[in-house]
């Protein structure tokens, strides 16, 4: 579906618990949740919160935004900020399961150039070519990937590299490492790529072109 052009962006139900089939996304703002007669997007799941999520257009995008204490995922990863969705990006609401697909053939959609990630394998490509990451590199270009064009802290980063393991103040020089080590996994494909913006004293950004 996502090879035919839209006349808007669409939502398609991935689970029973979401009430409808499909959610043609016409107007600016969504709210997603399981109260009847205020969202937009009804989910019928006990653990989705009430007033769950927001979907916001900003200029051709639209912005998932997290209102819930139960927390919203994208791609299986957890949404720590507003996020902007591409074509076929998938939503969990209170777990990572996900239980909506996102579908938007405007190709001025946000990229990351030359870098994809092969939902099959799982594996991340540069200009098609496969590039040989340890785990602890796919976790970070993984995190920097599903929340492209968005400045990441170093915590942040951090966190998705080791999660419940990391120790604030004690993993800098490791962080550091991944990150240089990732650097030079790109180098490694393309002598020319250098699709991590450093911002120093705060974090990373995956450029998005």
Known sequence: M???LLPHPLLIRLHEDVERAEYLLEQDRYTIGRLAGVCEI???????SRIH?????????????????????????????????ADR???????????????D?????VTAGPLR?????????????????TPSQWRLLNY??????QVCTREQCAQAIWGAEYLPGMDAE??????????????????????IEVRRGVGYMLRTA
Do not use: C
């Open 117 to 133: 990630l092969d939902e099959n394998s799982m594996r991340f490509l540069w200009d098609h070519r496969p590039l040989d990451l």
């Open 105 to 109: 053939s405007d190709p001025t959609l």
């Open 144 to 149: 920097l990937y599903q929340h492209r064009g």
């Open 174 to 195: 490791n962080l550091d490492k991944v990150v240089s080590g990732l650097r030079a996994r790109l180098r490694d494909v393309d002598p020319e790529a250098d699709p």
């Open 2 to 4: 996502s090879d035919l």
């Open 53 to 85: 999520a927001r979907l916001e257009r900003v200029g051709s995008h639209f912005v998932l935004h997290d209102l819930s204490r139960n927390h919203t995922f994208v791609n299986h990863t957890l949404l720590t900020g507003p996020y902007t969705l």
């Open 42 to 48: 009804l989910v019928r799941r006990p653990t989705v």
């Open 89 to 103: 990006d998938v939503i969990g609401l209170s777990s990572p399961e996900p239980l909506l697909r996102f579908i």
